[in-house]
């Protein structure tokens, strides 16, 4: 199951995969939908692995995740 991490949009989230892959991190850009209570949908990568270093160099390069999961939904 695909790990995921929750970005503010989709251009956000372009960029972010943009800087995982510079890093040798592969991922994909995914509408995660809005769960109950939680609004509307949003943006978001799919990572097969290595979730707390894209995290990390995610932060360090100016991205503010809004949340992460290991292989499950936000």
Do not use: F
């Not at 800087?19 to 509307?40: C, D, F, T």
Request: aromatic share 2%; glycine share 10%.
């Amino acid at each position: 199951m695909d790990n995921l991490i929750r970005l503010s949009s989709v251009t956000q989230a372009m960029r972010a995969r943009d800087i995982l892959k510079a890093s040798g991190i592969n991922s994909r850009v995914s509408r995660i939908p809005a769960q109950k209570g939680r609004g509307s949908c949003s943006y978001g990568l799919k990572i097969d692995n290595r979730l707390p270093e894209a995290v990390e160099i995610l932060r360090r390069n100016g991205i503010k995740v809004s949340g992460r999961a290991l292989g499950g939904s936000i």
